[in-house]
């Protein structure tokens, strides 16, 4: 087994023999030779160590946040006026725009639409430097595992068996293949299989977005050298989009093979070669325990998403019982993960409130709680399309409670763009894309663009739902970034013998704090954590705290951080 201690390189050559079980060494070579040049070319300094664990994440699509790459830098005052530390830019590259960005037509540019000059290479460039300037980190997302059929390599491949791009993507006589690999967009696509001219061409997602070959030795080179290239333009990490779906073998379900480990393996040896610190983020809405293996010995990805995590939260509110958040973020479920690895957490992700990993009984039970318009339904009750703020009835008292839980929980949080400010889902938005693509995709409502005119607005009247949400986190926010044990300590979850208090410690060194988070629309009353010992009259959050005798009281939805 390979080790991140070994020279980056010397492990490269070994992964790629491993993969191609000892063939196309010329190509390694090559691609070898190419990543000392880019070293030689560029002098990119280490990021600090595990910068990841302490950053506050802030998801946007450029053209819905700003209107363009120069737009978002109008609005970094804004960004870090609420205290985010780390900017996820959803699809920035080069598309047709059929799904969001996530089909990409050229990995190697921006799209010419999120600027307002000429040169959206350069006003990126120029956003990136000015982000960094403000000591905020850049990530993006790069959909690795399938590309745009508008693709230069799709449209050489199209002519036939004889395109030297053919084997760029996969093709079969019969769509018989890989039977037992899932159809993904359940509802939106019928087969996995596509046929055009006398074959038919594979692919995951929608028929628009063919699986990239990785058999093809060609793929993986132009693929790695894609990823450093940017790395020289200041990202500092990248979102694998769909990554288990990267090696495909008959007799599987296609999903989480050891030789896809593999490849991510190689991706990050070439971009520890390139720039140490920078990472790969996995984007794998699959099980903890199947996930956590995409750290692997902290060789590969250095951060995942914990998916299961995001319905338990919402489940845990909707029974006001603690029960579902301990249960999966206890050992049996989430796993240990390697020191230098993190999870990265949300209350709902840029597509949905997934319910894939849920038993049937508790998707019924969040489909009928949540899911409360017909339209919001996305894949045929695995997700629920709607923001924050619509899935808690705007509620300011419920949204700043899951905001609490998200910023002090376990990992890195992200905040999704709008929903510091109470946005709810964009129907308007919906139709005109539905209309646009002919993909129903429920999706598109929790997308549009953000009105700033009104935002301004409403966060000067104290009264607004948009002031009622965006202070409350902006504090939250300020806090978290003072107190590492929120970043970087352990969890432990404190049994306060009532359900409905969702009651724990994050620890790091001497520094302990104590979360206490009443889950219920009711009033209560508990013995106070002995770990507390004297009672203050305040919390982190400089809200007052109401105790009497031993005994502490929670309001409806009321949360308090205490130093111990």
């Not at 699959?286 to 990805?301: H, I, M, R």
């Amino acid at each position: 087994m390979t080790s991140p201690v070994t020279a980056p390189l010397e492990r490269l050559r070994a992964l790629w023999l491993e993969l191609y079980e000892g063939a196309h060494e010329v190509e390694l070579e090559a691609l070898v030779a190419d990543l000392e040049r880019f070293k030689a070319e560029h002098t990119l300094s280490p990021l600090p160590a595990e910068w990841y664990k302490d950053v506050v994440v802030y998801s946007l699509y450029v053209d819905h946040f700003g209107g363009s790459f120069e737009g978002v830098s109008e609005r970094l005052d804004y960004l870090q006026g609420l205290g985010v530390s780390c900017l996820w830019l959803l699809p920035i590259l080069e598309s047709p725009m059929k799904d969001a960005g996530f089909d990409i037509s050229d990995y190697s540019r921006v799209r010419a639409d999120l600027s307002r000059s000429s040169d959206a290479q350069a006003a990126f460039d120029a956003f990136v430097a000015e982000a960094k300037s403000r000591g905020m980190s850049i990530l993006f997302d790069i959909a690795l595992n399938h590309s745009s059929e508008e693709h230069p390599w799709f449209q050489a491949a199209r002519s036939g068996p004889d395109s030297p791009y053919r084997e760029h993507y996969i093709w079969s006589d019969t769509p018989e293949h890989y039977r037992e690999a899932r159809i993904i967009f359940k509802g939106m696509m019928d087969s996995n299989w596509t046929r055009l001219g006398e074959q038919y061409y594979f692919h995951r997602f929608f028929d628009i977005q063919p699986d990239l070959n990785y058999r093809n030795p060609q793929v993986l080179a132009a693929m790695t050298l894609m990823l450093i290239g940017w790395l020289a333009r200041g990202v500092d990490g990248v979102r694998a989009d769909a990554i288990p779906y990267l090696w495909k073998e008959e007799g599987s379900n296609c999903e989480n093979l050891p030789k896809t480990h593999t490849i991510v393996k190689i991706f990050r040896a070439a971009m520890d070669h390139a720039r140490p610190g920078s990472i790969l983020l996995a984007e794998a809405n699959q099980p903890p325990l199947e996930v956590a293996k995409y750290f692997g010995d902290g060789d590969e990805c250095l951060a995942a998403y914990h998916f299961p995590l995001m319905p338990r939260l919402y489940e845990a509110l909707a029974r006001a019982d603690r029960e579902p958040v301990v249960r999966v973020l206890g050992t049996d479920f989430t796993p240990s993960i390697p020191p230098n690895c993190q999870w990265f957490t949300f209350l709902r992700c840029h597509d949905e409130l997934t319910l894939e990993m849920v038993s049937p009984e508790e998707r019924r039970f969040l489909f009928e709680h949540y899911a409360r318009e017909a339209l919001w339904d996305f894949r045929e009750g695995e997700g629920i399309s709607a923001r924050l703020a619509d899935l808690m009835d705007n509620d300011p008292r419920r949204i700043a409670l899951m905001n609490s839980v998200l910023l002090t929980l376990a990992g890195t949080p992200i905040l999704y763009y709008g929903d510091e400010l109470g946005r709810g889902n964009d129907r308007a938005y919906y139709d005109a894309q539905v209309a646009a693509t002919g993909y129903a995709d429920s999706r598109y409502l929790v997308r549009g663009p953000l009105d700033w005119r009104a935002a301004e607005r409403d966060l000067a009247d104290a009264g607004s739902l948009a002031a009622q949400v965006f202070y409350p986190l902006q504090r939250m926010i300020l806090q978290r970034r003072n107190t590492l044990a929120f970043s970087r300590g352990r969890l432990e979850f404190l049994d306060l013998s009532d359900q409905r208090v969702l009651a724990y410690a994050r620890i790091f060194g001497v520094q302990r704090v104590i979360v206490l988070a009443n889950l219920s629309s009711e009033e209560v009353r508990f013995a106070a954590p002995a770990e507390l010992g004297a009672l203050p009259d305040s919390d982190l959050l400089e809200r007052p705290l109401e105790h009497a005798d031993g005994e502490m009281r929670l309001e409806p939805y009321g949360f308090h951080w205490l130093a111990a």
